[in-house]
């Protein structure tokens, strides 16, 4: 532990969670309001629990990243995002920042690699980094400064809790999702192969490089599929891995919370 502290939010994850958790709400011009609500509850909340000065929040930005130039399928079999929640983004954000809170959206960068970069050069000076996020895939970040922690079921992740979550260490978090895939994010992995043998396979061998180097010795069908999946398999790993050298234009002891913009932030609740 150290004395200074780099709290970084995931806004991306907590906007799709409050506008799934919470009821349609609207103000009285008819406006969507329930993700504002549940966002700004949950970063109250988290700055009540983590006041830190040095805070900020991370969303993706609008249209095409780096992985849809590695891989023209990425996420396509996402649904378009709702409009009553596509509405609500901007104005999620103009509050962000009246309330003094940073915010960050690197253009053609998603919202990982942004705190993957952010997280990585506060380390390396000194600082303890705590993520506030659901996305399972920032596990690959943790290590003795960095930890994360999940507001909705008020879990932490340090390496003992990456373990005990996945069953594998945050060094072999990539490996095991190169394997299982996301079909969320339309990211091969290796057909039926599952969390369970993912670990199994990673106990067994160490390594992605390891399974692949001893691909001839897997039996079955789960083998079979393992040897035809090799090609496809160093796409799929650049894919889950987050980048963490981007120029996010700033460095992490100047995200500093500022002063609540009073005058502002009435007329962003009152219009």
């Known amino acids: 532990m150290t004395d200074k502290q780099l709290i970084l939010v995931d806004g991306s994850s907590y906007l799709f969670r409050a506008f799934h958790a919470l009821p349609n709400l609207t103000n009285s011009k008819g406006h969507h309001t329930g993700a504002i609500h549940g966002v700004i509850n949950m970063l109250r909340r988290l700055r009540k629990d983590y006041p830190s000065p040095n805070f900020a929040v991370v ?49 053609g960068v998603e919202a990982d690699d942004v705190l993957g970069t952010l997280a990585d050069q506060a380390a390396a000076a000194g600082m303890e980094v705590v993520i506030s996020t659901g996305d399972k895939d920032l596990a690959q970040l943790v290590n003795d400064q960095v930890t994360l922690i999940n507001t909705m079921d008020d879990s932490r992740l340090d390496r003992d809790g990456v373990k005990a979550k996945f069953g594998v260490t945050p060094e ?46 897997i039996k079955g069908k789960v083998g079979e599929n393992l040897r035809a999946a090799l090609e496809q398999l160093p796409l799929s790993q650049k894919l889950v891995t987050i980048v963490r050298d981007i120029d996010v234009g700033t460095k992490p002891e100047a995200l500093v919370v500022g002063r609540p913009d009073e005058q502002r932030l009435l007329e962003l609740f009152t219009t």
């Open 59 to 107: 969303f993706d930005p609008r249209g095409k990243t780096l992985r849809d130039q590695w891989y023209s399928e990425y996420k396509a079999n996402r649904p378009s995002m709702p409009d009553d929640l596509a509405q609500q983004i901007q104005p999620l954000h103009d509050i962000v920042r009246a309330l003094g809170y940073p915010l960050l959206q690197v253009a």
């Open 172 to 217: 072999q978090i990539v490996d095991y999702l190169t394997l299982i895939g996301d079909s969320v994010d339309n990211i091969p992995g290796v057909p039926k192969v599952g969390p369970k043998t993912a670990v199994k396979w990673l106990d067994l061998y160490g390594s992605l490089d390891a399974i692949v180097a001893n691909a001839d010795d």
